[in-house]
């Protein structure tokens, strides 16, 4: 499994408004300035984590964006799930999807679900607050 460059770079993104957690609010161009990702990509990406719940964008003169809850409160799999959708390492793993050819006889269909769910976990056990600190460190 590999994670798109768009949720590589969403984690970049968050990770960096994570460092400005209890000060001023920051722009979607000062954190592409501070990432190096390229603006539009940034924008993008903070529609994205707005609408997911992950950021707070506050309009006026002292406006900007901010975090919508707490860094230690959001994790890895927020992340992804923002950008992605639900993480599923199968089409067989989603509710509903059926586009399996072999989907009737697959004797591995059961056990996709708890590999799922030991992946989204261990995402989920990484908060944004600790891959802050990693950076800054």
Known sequence: MRLS???????VT?????RHCGGARVSAAELAQ???LPAPTVQKLVS???AAGL?????GAHGGLQLARPAAAISLADI???????IALTSCVE??????AIEGACSVRPHWGVVNEALRGALA??????????EMA
């Open 125 to 134: 056990g990484v908060p944004l607050s600790r891959l802050a600190q990693m």
């Open 34 to 36: 501070e990432t190096g």
């Open 5 to 11: 460059n768009l949720a590589d770079y969403a984690v």
């Open 48 to 50: 994205r984590l707005v």
């Open 95 to 100: 509710n509903g999807s059926h586009d399996c």
């Open 55 to 59: 950021l707070r964008s506050v309009r």
């Open 14 to 18: 968050m990770s960096a408004a994570a």
């Open 80 to 86: 992804v799930e923002a950008v992605e959708g639900p």
